[in-house]
């Protein structure tokens, strides 16, 4: 695959997100690295990863996070913080996350609240991160069992994805984060979402994926241009993630990751022969359809939703491939609608 270069358009806050195999080892292309640099990274992430970061950088500190959800904590927030304090970082000094979604939301928080905000840079290292959280300037870290609650809006100062770091995620992390580029091309881009359905597994996960990631990439940059804080446009992202977050809170943030509870919140967002063509591509790639948990808590939860206005909710549907609505709707209507998908999918309680 040859570089790709897509600019990100926001003004003064504006950046390149470069697409290349093999860029990792030669990041320091683009990034300002000749400074202090903070690497964030998890357990689950090769340690040759980081290491290649670090040996470009001037003046290198690397942490590491453990792996999984519940390290975008308070906990995890202050670890960081600490240490950046302790190195004596400036203003003029820098935050690099070399990881999947979990260390993109929580150092760029860092990076957004330390000293007011210093440069931030993204490695995504995940389908999910690399096609969706690592572009945006969404921040943030959980709290009160509730996802990505405290955060803030801080646009890195570039994003470099390396394709041949898939080559160590296991199949699942992959279809994972494949849910959320279907997601972007059932509400957006009917190519895209066609080009799904005539590939097989094999070819998803194999020679399509550079495409498919390039495309959803392409989506979520028209995206964030035309509505950089999420108050009208920007809430198509959202589609299937009001219930998925929900079942991620009330499922503790373990068990299911998060494209797979996106792939079951998207299903009560439409319905008809959208829902049997988006359910075929989630059994094809092997994500879940089928709703799980406590409804009457994941009802509850739905209640702090962040697109929640008062008791009227932006809700996202797709009424057909490749076309989005965003409806206000109001919250007990919106949950009726939800138990009666559940009812009707007979749900695991």
Do not use: W
Request: proline content about 3%.
């Amino acid at each position: 695959m040859e570089k790709t270069v897509l600019h990100m358009e926001l003004g003064e806050n504006s950046y390149d997100i470069t697409v290349e195999r093999g860029a990792l080892d030669k990041v320091s292309e683009y990034m300002k690295l000749s400074r202090k640099v903070l690497i964030v990274t998890d357990s689950g992430v090769p340690r040759e990863y980081p290491e290649k970061v670090a040996k470009q950088c001037k003046e290198p500190y690397i942490v590491t996070i453990p792996e999984g959800e519940s390290s975008k904590s308070f906990e995890s927030y202050k670890e960081i913080l600490s240490v950046m304090c302790e190195k004596e970082f400036t203003r003029t000094d820098c935050v690099v996350a070399v990881g999947g979604g979990v260390c993109g939301d929580l150092a760029g928080f860092c990076a957004a609240s330390y000293m007011r905000g210093i440069d931030f840079y993204n490695i995504p290292t995940t389908v999910l991160s690399q096609v969706d959280s690592s572009i945006g300037g969404k921040t943030a870290i959980d709290f009160g069992g509730y996802k990505n609650i405290v955060g803030a809006f801080h646009q890195p100062k570039g994003v470099v994805i390396d394709n041949n770091v898939l080559a160590t995620l296991p199949e699942r992390r992959i279809a994972d984060g494949l849910s959320e580029a279907l997601k972007m091309a059932a509400t957006y881009d009917k190519e895209l979402f066609e080009l799904f359905e005539r590939s097989t597994r094999e070819e998803i996960f194999g020679e399509t994926i550079d495409r498919i990631i390039i495309g959803s990439l392409k989506i979520k940059k028209d995206v964030v241009e035309q509505d950089e804080k999420e108050t009208g446009l920007r809430k198509i992202l959202n589609f299937g993630h009001t219930v998925a977050h929900a079942l991620e809170s009330c499922g503790d943030f373990s068990g299911y990751f998060h494209g797979e509870c996106v792939a079951i919140g998207m299903l009560p967002m439409c319905e008809g022969t959208v829902r049997e063509r988006i359910k075929t591509q989630l059994l094809k790639i092997g994500l879940p359809t089928k709703p799980f948990g406590d409804k009457s808590r994941i009802l509850s939860a739905i209640a702090h939703d962040k697109k929640l206005a008062g008791t009227t909710l932006s809700a996202v549907y797709a009424p057909e491939i490749g076309r989005y609505e965003i409806r206000k709707v109001d919250l007990a209507e919106y949950r009726k609608e939800i138990s009666d998908y559940f009812e009707k999918e007979d749900m695991t309680v």
